[in-house]
T-cell receptor, first 116, second 111 residues
Framework: DAGVTQSPTHLIKTRGQQVTLRCSPK?????VSWYQQALGQGPQFIFQ???????QRGNFPDRFSGHQFPNYSSELNVNALLLGDSALYLC???????????????FGPGTRLTVL | KQEVTQIPAALSVPEGENLVLNCSFT??????LQWFRQDPGKGLTSLLL?????REQTSGRLNASLDKSSGRSTLYIAASQPGDSATYLC??????????FGPGTRLSVLP
């Protein structure tokens, strides 16, 4: 049973560019959350997708957008990259189903984004 | 706004010691609390999840407790090993809100 997978592993971009990160949830999970983790800090919640809709959003600008596909996989898009966007981007999946109870989150290995 | 703190920020112990990591949160209405381990440059590995109706969870040498009234969770690691060296993060979740992470405790277990 594959866990949460993310691609690419590493990415280098320059300021002003756009980037797309991808995540496939753990088998049987229906919800994907994205986090940004700066060096030496805990992850910061970006947003969560359930049933192909953004369900919750953290304190991130509109430059950060996402999408969830019918197979539950998800993309994180960041436009107009800034140096401060350099971080480890983590994807987590969980099973919410119809109850909106929050079960255990499982994380992927992350995508290391470097903005030059 | 939910805030999560972790004490100590860093800890170095000799192999074989029992140790305690602390996590404090400001919102007593927390629903779930989850402990994670993170190796340098890697993703997070779930260690223990304590749900709202529970007070503690155990897995092998790890035991985590949750006291919502005092806003505290404790991760106990028995007979520490060099392979336990990593950063340990706690994250609290309140129903209808998102997960909030603490900054982590960086643990080094010396052989």
């Amino acid at each position: 049973d594959a866990g949460v997978t993310q691609s690419p592993t590493h990415l280098i971009k320059t300021r002003g560019q756009q980037v797309t990160l991808r995540c496939s949830p753990k088998s049987g999970h229906d919800t994907v959350s994205w986090y940004q983790q700066a060096l030496g800090q805990g992850p910061q919640f970006i947003f969560q997708y359930y049933e192909e809709e953004e369900r919750q959003r953290g304190n991130f600008p509109d430059r950060f957008s996402g999408h969830q596909f019918p197979n539950y996989s998800s993309e994180l898009n960041v436009n107009a990259l800034l140096l401060g966007d350099s971080a480890l981007y983590l994807c987590a999946s969980s099973l919410i189903g119809g109850t909106f109870s929050y079960n255990e989150q499982f994380f992927g290995p992350g995508t290391r984004l470097t903005v030059l | 706004k939910q805030e999560v703190t972790q004490i100590p920020a860093a800890l170095s112990v000799p192999e074989g010691e029992n140790l305690v990591l602390n996590c404090s949160f400001t919102d007593s209405a927390i629903y779930n609390l989850q402990w994670f381990r993170q190796d340098p440059g890697k993703g997070l590995t779930s260690l223990l999840l304590i749900q709202s109706s529970q007070r503690e969870q155990t897995s092998g040498r790890l035991n985590a407790s949750l006291d919502k009234s005092s806003g505290r969770s404790t991760l106990y690691i028995a007979a520490s090993q060099p392979g336990d060296s990593a950063t340990y993060l706690c994250a609290g979740f309140r129903y209808g809100q998102n997960f909030v992470f603490g900054p982590g405790t960086r643990l080094s277990v010396l052989p």
